[in-house]
T-cell receptor
Framework: AQTVTQSQPEMSVQEAETVTLSCTYDTSESNYYLFWYKQPPSRQMILVIRQEAYKQQNATENRFSVNFQKAAKSFSLKISDSQLGDTAMYFCAFKALGTGGFKTIFGAGTRLFVKA | DTGVSQNPRHKITKRGQNVTFRCDPISEHNRLYWYRQTLGQGPEFLTYFQNEAQLEKSRLLSDRFSAERPKGSFSTLEIQRTEQGDSAMYLC????????????FGQGTRLTVV
């Protein structure tokens, strides 16, 4: 069975600063996706960034980038130039390829506060 | 199409009552997923459909829970004889069958059992 662990329940950062959210996972699968999803207060969850496990290059989407360490099963999210709109719950998630449709395993989340 | 739609957004019910939630997926998506999210936790998978066929059910989906997708479009999730432990956010997501690279989520239905 796969598990996803987020060890930081809450974090805060000053506007314009950089913050890193941590995530570790456990799996025996070799082909999978990893995701970071953002859930703003009272709004739907949206994808922030996706990493395919077979790709060595770390994914980047504008101010968001990941540090994917496959051997260590670590997948952290770095948010640069933090903005007030980044305040949200962030979930690290795992999906094995080839099974269960798009059934996704989520971590418990990290609540991020961006302070003005 | 404005995305995955869930109704109602909020539901308060008394213990022992039955409740039903509805999810309308993105129209061209033939896969639909239900998750439950309790306070302070991430979403937990409940079940998923491909068209009208329910392909997988989690052990979390007790006998009091039933999900349907009769025509392969919208889905309903019914909880019978609700218990206080059923209080949670119920999320729906959809994807296409082929080429999916992310799941698209609705805003959820927040259930409070009093």
């Amino acid at each position: 069975a796969q598990t996803v662990t987020q060890s930081q329940p809450e974090m805060s950062v000053q506007e314009a600063e950089t913050v890193t959210l941590s995530c570790t996972y456990d799996t025996s699968e070799s082909n999978y996706y990893l995701f970071w999803y953002k859930q703003p207060p009272s709004r739907q969850m949206i994808l922030v960034i996706r990493q395919e496990a077979y790709k060595q290059q770390n994914a980047t989407e504008n101010r968001f980038s990941v540090n994917f360490q496959k051997a260590a099963k670590s997948f952290s999210l770095k948010i640069s130039d933090s903005q007030l709109g980044d305040t949200a719950m962030y979930f690290c998630a795992f999906k094995a390829l080839g099974t269960g449709g798009f059934k996704t395993i989520f971590g418990a989340g990290t609540r991020l506060f961006v302070k003005a | 199409d404005t995305g995955v739609s869930q109704n109602p957004r909020h539901k308060i019910t008394k213990r022992g009552q039955n409740v039903t939630f509805r999810c309308d997926p993105i129209s061209e998506h033939n896969r639909l997923y239900w998750y439950r999210q309790t306070l302070g936790q991430g979403p937990e998978f409940l079940t998923y459909f491909q068209n009208e066929a329910q392909l997988e059910k989690s052990r979390l989906l007790s006998d009091r829970f039933s999900a349907e997708r009769p025509k392969g479009s919208f889905s309903t999730l019914e909880i019978q004889r609700t218990e206080q432990g059923d209080s949670a956010m119920y999320l729906c997501a959809s994807t296409p069958e082929k080429g999916a690279t992310e799941a698209f989520f609705g805003q959820g239905t927040r259930l409070t059992v009093v």
